[in-house]
């Protein structure tokens, strides 16, 4: 409750390792967080007493939560057909440098995975176990008030990604959506003009996809 990045703070399903939404919302299950309240009156009552005289000014912290991306600074296949660079086999080493020459590389329209995996846009098949797809991207320095810049992203399975020849994530398992993605190094990497991204994406079992942004995300005080 008190960790996740995601708006949701009382998923019945979410990941352990960071505490992110995994899927469902606003399903009755959520009720097992607090049926054990009813077997104790005394606690729920004690509890509820508690909340009668708090001054919000003084006893809650502000919270900044990520809402919705407002503008795409790197677009993804939510905002058409963007092409990539891609290949499925093992790229020669410096291949995340930007500099690299990928012009052997095949051309293909994000996302790159299989339709049948849940929350996908799928502009170009990819069913092999590995793929490592990079694009360049112009960025006008701007970012909207009120805003962070976040990664906005969809992986299935586990992800590396470069800005600029660095690594910026590295990532284990998958998300069953775009979701934004904080990363201190997102500021740190990305620079006024021409950008390059460079993604390596690992297929361990189920579905697969992968399909990488960066969106300007609206922050919400709480």
């Known amino acids: 409750v008190n960790e996740t990045p995601s708006r949701l703070p009382l998923s019945d399903w979410y990941f352990t390792h960071d505490a992110r939404q995994r899927g469902f919302k606003a399903r ?37 939560l990520p809402g919705l991306p407002v503008k795409s600074i790197a677009e993804t296949a939510n905002d058409g057909k963007i092409p990539w660079q891609y290949t499925t086999d093992k790229p020669a080493e410096g291949w995340e440098k930007a500099d690299f020459d990928d012009t052997k590389w095949k051309t293909g329209n994000a996302g790159f995975g299989t339709r049948n995996t849940p929350g996908v846009i799928v502009g170009t098949v990819w069913n092999s176990d590995d793929i490592w797809i990079r694009r360049s991207f112009d960025w006008d320095g701007e970012t909207p008030e009120g805003t962070q810049l976040q990664l906005f992203m969809h992986h299935d399975d586990a992800v590396e990604v470069y800005l600029n020849g660095q690594l910026l994530l590295s990532r284990a398992g998958y998300t ?5 993605v904080p990363t201190a190094k997102l500021a740190e990497l990305l620079k006024k003009g021409k950008n390059t991204f460079a993604v390596h994406c690992h297929q361990d079992q ?9 969106s300007a995300v609206e922050i919400i005080e709480r």
Do not use: E, F, N
């Open 176 to 180: 069953a959506a775009y979701d934004p």
């Open 206 to 214: 189920g579905g697969q996809y992968i399909d990488v942004g960066i």
């Open 28 to 64: 009755s299950v959520i009720g097992g967080y607090w049926a054990p309240m009813l077997r104790d009156t005394k606690k729920w009552q004690a509890q509820a007493a508690k909340g009668a005289d708090i001054d919000d000014t003084k006893v809650w912290a502000k919270i900044l």
